[in-house]
């Protein structure tokens, strides 16, 4: 099934809405990739790193001095009537709680890894296997990041192969829709769909 994305702005009458939650570690790109991905300036709920905080999360010295606290919203309609709505969620391992409810209602998810942090993964693949919703892994690239072959990160993920693995800049529209899409295809896939 082909898709493109469309540039609309508003939403035609008959358009099917799809949400979608963006999960992964602390600082893997969520917020970037909502933000790069959304047609309508997105939601977002960032609070200044602290010292204090240095004490619980695994911060990195790249700059990063913002961090979610609550959610990253977005939404990109796609031509044939599909508007997808992203719903972006902290990182931190102690918003498990809150990422169950924010995965209320959404179709699947997509999972951003860091390959500097892959093990910091399992816990959002976890989260979407016991919603038993469908999921995308987008490995992100950060430059200076370990290069690894498909098969060793899935290997390193223990991903089923029936789950699409793709690898992104979430800086930069054309690659980071290229998640959205393998997520929107597999949601709408007919055997999926049939299973419904
Ligand atoms: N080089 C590169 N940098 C990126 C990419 N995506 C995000 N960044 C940078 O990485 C840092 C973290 O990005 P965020 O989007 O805040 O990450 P996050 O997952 O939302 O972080 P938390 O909400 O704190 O968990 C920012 O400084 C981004 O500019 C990418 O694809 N490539
Ligand atoms: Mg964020």
């Known amino acids: 099934m082909a898709f493109s994305v469309s540039d609309h702005h508003y939403l035609p009458p008959g358009t099917r809405s799809v949400k979608i939650v963006v999960l992964g570690a602390f600082g893997v790109g969520k917020t970037t990739y909502v933000g790069t991905v959304s047609e309508m300036r997105p939601l977002r709920t960032e609070e200044r790193l602290t ?17 979610t606290v609550a959610i990253d919203f977005g939404r990109r309609t796609f031509d044939g009537g599909i508007a997808v709505y992203l719903f972006g969620a902290p990182g931190q391992p102690r ?33 979407l296997e016991e919603a038993d919703l469908p999921y995308v892994v987008a490995v992100n ?56």
């Open 51 to 67: 010292r204090a905080g240095q004490l619980v999360d695994d911060v990195r010295a790249d700059g990063k001095s913002t961090t």
């Open 95 to 127: 918003f498990a709680e809150m990422i169950r409810s924010l995965m209320r209602g959404a179709l699947g998810g997509l999972v951003l890894v860091d390959t500097r942090s892959v093990d910091q993964s399992y816990e959002s693949i976890g989260l």
């Open 141 to 196: 690239t950060f430059p200076g990041a370990p290069g690894y072959p498909e098969d060793v990160l899935r290997d390193a993920l223990s991903l089923p192969d029936d789950r699409p693995l793709v690898f992104i800049d979430a800086r930069t529209l054309r690659s980071a829709k290229h998640a959205l899409i393998a997520l929107v295809a597999d949601i709408l896939h007919p055997a999926r769909s049939a299973a419904r």
